[in-house]
């Protein structure tokens, strides 16, 4: 079993920065990928961002050049630093953590809003 607690969402204006965490817990060594998914109100929960256990990312089109994923190796920890932030990306930030046999985890999200 792994638990994801995720921290860091909040209000920013359009062109802000906001930096959210994700804590594994468990079985994290049973992890193969962490990433980051969003849901919009109304919308699919959609790909961020991943990162593997041997670093090789992935971004969806519409964040590349804007957030950036990253790892803390000693804590498990995960990060999406997120800049110039627009009203788009407002949404309900979702940490997923996958297992090397597939199972995925999810945290319990953390709203993003842009707005001025």
């Known amino acids: 079993q792994v638990q994801l607690v995720e921290s860091g969402g909040g209000l920013v204006q359009p062109g802000g920065s906001l930096r959210l965490s994700c804590a594994p817990s468990?079985?994290?060594?049973?992890?193969?990928?962490m990433g980051w998914y969003r849901q919009a109100p109304g919308k699919q929960r959609e790909l961020v961002a991943t990162?593997?256990?041997?670093?090789?990312?992935n971004y969806a089109d519409s964040v590349k050049g804007r957030f950036s994923i990253s790892r803390d190796n000693p804590k498990n920890t995960v990060y999406l630093q997120m800049n110039s932030l627009k009203p788009e990306d407002t949404a309900v930030y979702y940490c997923?953590?996958?297992?090397?046999?597939?199972?995925?985890?999810w945290g319990q999200g953390t709203q993003v809003t842009v707005s001025s």
């Open positions: 468990g079985s994290t060594a049973t992890i193969y990928v």
């Open positions: 990162m593997t256990s041997g670093g090789s990312t």
């Open positions: 997923n953590a996958i297992q090397s046999w597939g199972k995925h985890y």
